[in-house]
T-cell receptor, first 111, second 113 residues
Framework: DAKTTQPPSMDCAEGRAANLPCNHS???????VYWYRQIHSQGPQYIIH???NNETNEMASLIITEDRKSSTLILPHATLRDTAVYYC????????????FGTGTRLKVLA | NAGVTQTPKFRILKIGQSMTLQCTQD?????MYWYRQDPGMGLKLIYY???????DKGEVPNGYNVSRSTTEDFPLRLELAAPSQTSVYFC????????????FGPGTRLTVL
């Protein structure tokens, strides 16, 4: 499975967009990009995933570069409740569906 | 629909004791997973299962055992607890489809003294 690189921490002002980058330069053509977040010490929560097109849902947007070597998770209007650790994960589109978690980005939303 | 449930929420063990962490899901998912998370770190996969009767090792399986006799349950067994097993344990499940997403339980916080 491809490895991912994320900045260890970021701050964002409440109400502003939070843009969380992820580098996955060794990603292969049959690997998805997934984003999860973990609030405090709860179980991780699914946010969004994509293969090569940009994706949007009610929580966030995912922008994947054309060469697929990096992606950005966008929280359009960050709130204090979005303070969490955000994990970028890549996994194959078939097989065992195993995830390899890195250490993620600790996002702190400031009032 | 309770999702993924784990018991107990907290447990303190003495070195050498054994215990079973319980995990149950009610979403009829074929795939189930056990992770551990040490302080300040990401999650590490211990064991996973792709269906009843089928299990396989993850990244950090030493010191643990699993079984999968039903679709719903995936217990994790610690035979001889060691301080290095102090961690938070998360169970997860997924459907195993191409758009698979994992659903996580609330975790079990285990301390071995």
């Amino acid at each position: 499975d491809a490895k991912t690189t994320q900045p260890p921490s970021m701050d964002c002002a409440e109400g502003r967009a939070a843009n969380l980058p992820c580098n996955h330069s060794t990603i292969s053509g049959n690997e998805y990009v997934y984003w999860y977040r973990q609030i405090h010490s709860q179980g991780p929560q699914y946010i969004i995933h994509g293969l090569k097109n940009n994706e949007t849902n009610e929580m966030a947007s995912l922008i994947i570069t054309e060469d697929r070597k990096s992606s950005t998770l966008i929280l359009p209007h960050a709130t204090l409740r979005d303070t969490a650790v955000y994990y970028c994960i890549v996994r194959f589109t078939s097989g065992t569906y195993k995830y390899i978690f890195g250490t993620g980005t600790r996002l702190k939303v400031l009032a | 629909n309770a999702g993924v449930t784990q018991t107990p929420k907290f447990r303190i063990l003495k070195i050498g004791q054994s215990m079973t962490l319980q995990c149950t899901q009610d979403m009829n998912h074929n795939y189930m997973y056990w992770y551990r998370q040490d302080p300040g770190m990401g999650l590490k996969l211990i064991y996973y299962s792709v269906g009843a009767g089928i299990t396989d090792k993850g990244e950090v399986p030493n010191g643990y055992n699993v079984s999968r006799s039903t679709t719903e349950d995936f217990p994790l067994r610690l035979e001889l607890a060691a301080p290095s097993q102090t961690s938070v344990y998360f169970c997860a499940s997924s459907s195993g489809s191409w758009k698979d997403t994992q659903y996580f339980g609330p975790g079990t916080r285990l301390t071995v003294l």
